[in-house]
């Protein structure tokens, strides 16, 4: 059951002066705003005024920090607020609303809604993992349980709430609810209840549920995240689940193709790449693919362009000039070529996991030992600009930025860190 703090009534008092939606609009200025898994643009690319050429020196100084219980979750970040996730005491999941200027908790609830995920995931934690998304008006929050919340960002009054084991009868799922929601207009996509489903974002009810996974640990739930693009001429819902890749008819959800995708124990995690009539993909222990989606009178066909070697895990590419730049399972940073599937370089290893920002030329990434860096988007070589210890904490949550400002999730506590050339001081320097 939902429960809102005893503080109630000056909790809302506050909301209504300073609450995430009271200046929220449907178009926030470019940059400004951080609203779903992979920011605005569901592919880890920003806009907004150019960044700073270094990290370290100054360059970078921190705002607030607020200590939280674990979650793998992206902070969500409004125009006035900071929403974030946990999981505390391995039993309840915590939603908050954090004052962006402040670190202030402007609300908070929680509900019933821990997990344990199997033996050998247990050193990634049984903690909350889904991102947000926000519309500038409610906030949808997935929990581990198989469920989806949707909650009133100015004062995190529930408005609806789905259960997706007692609704389809699905188990709950192994490692949790682990896909993030995207939002369409009045309507949700989400990877949930065993399957891929559609909901009315208004009232929380399902339009359809379909492309059902298998019922075993490698094949039930998925870890992917569906994304939206116009493919071989039609608008349609991109989707990783954890044997296949697919492209589903958004108002009917009829499977429109589907190509497998080999991977080890199904761990298809990365949130499929599209580029015009191409779709790139990587999978744990297995290798990269670009697939060609082509359409007939008749039907939709798949066929694989290339294959590369290069061994995605859980960190998501960003694509700049037709290069993919992306972290791999073993620890190194490559760039592939996408017209020809070559790898133009790897990396020496760094961290287990990346979150990546790009920005024009420039990639921020955020590895999982709490270092940030800055890469320049260079094919012909690795080309580390500056490197920052921001956390002695695991941060395994993507980075979000926001013009000149980084949220970084700790495991155990949110951070917001202002980016900004430094002033020269009275000698000039």
């Known amino acids: 059951m939902l429960r809102i703090s005893a503080a109630i009534a000056i909790i809302i008092g506050f909301a209504l002066l300073s609450s995430p939606g009271r200046t929220a609009n449907a178009n926030p200025e470019p940059g400004q705003t951080w609203n779903q898994w992979l920011g605005p643009n569901r592919n880890g690319q920003i806009s ?31 125009e006035t607020a900071v929403f974030v996730t946990e999981t505390k005491g391995k039993a309840t999941e915590v939603v908050r609303a954090l004052d962006r200027k402040t670190g202030k908790e402007i609300w908070a609830v929680e509900w019933t809604g821990a997990i344990s995920v199997p033996f050998y995931a247990k050193s990634r934690g049984d903690w909350i993992r889904s991102t947000p998304a926000y519309d ?9 349980r198989d469920v989806l919340v949707s909650l009133d960002a100015k004062t995190g009054k529930e408005n609806w709430r789905i259960d997706f084991v007692k609704e389809y009868k699905t188990p709950v799922p ?60 039609k608008r349609q819902l991109i989707v990783q689940s954890r044997e296949k890749l697919a492209g589903l008819d958004l ?5 429109l ?39 007939t009178p ?20 960003v694509v700049i000039d037709g290069y993919a730049y992306m972290h791999l399972a073993n620890q190194r940073f490559a760039c592939i070529d996408l017209k020809t599937g070559e790898r133009t370089w790897t990396s020496k290893p760094y961290g287990k996991y990346w979150s990546i920002v790009a920005q024009r030329d420039r990639l921020l990434a955020l590895d999982e030992q709490g270092k940030l860096l800055l890469i320049k988007a260079n094919p012909r070589e690795f080309q580390l600009i500056d490197e920052l210890q921001v956390s002695e904490d695991e941060t395994w949550a993507h980075v979000a930025v926001c013009n000149d400002e980084i949220f970084i999730r700790e495991l155990n506590a949110i951070a917001v860190y202002k980016w900004q050339t430094p002033k020269p001081n009275a000698a000039g320097n």
């Open 298 to 317: 008749e039907n939709y066909g798949v066929s694989e362009l290339w294959s590369n070697t290069a061994q995605g895990y859980m960190s998501n590419p």
């Open 48 to 78: 907004g005024p150019a960044w700073p050429e270094k990290l370290s020196g100054n360059y970078v100084s921190k705002t607030w920090r607020m200590p939280l219980s674990p979650s793998y979750s992206s902070p969500i970040v409004s």
């Open 136 to 144: 500038g008006k409610n906030l949808y929050v997935a929990g581990m």
């Open 174 to 233: 192994d490692f949790g609810l682990v896909s993030s929601p995207l939002i369409d207009g009045n309507v949700l996509y989400l990877q949930a209840a065993n399957a891929v489903v559609k909901i009315d974002k208004n009232t929380g009810k399902v339009l359809w549920r379909v492309f059902e996974n298998g019922a075993t640990v490698f094949e039930s739930g998925a870890f992917s995240s569906p994304v939206i693009a116009e493919v071989a001429g």
């Open 257 to 295: 193709w589907s190509h497998g995708v080999p991977s080890f124990r199904g761990m298809n995690i990365m949130t499929p790449v599209v580029l015009g009539d191409t779709v790139f993909t990587s999978s744990y222990q297995n290798k990269s693919w670009l697939y060609q989606i082509s359409k």
């Open 251 to 255: 108002i009917t959800g009829a499977v």
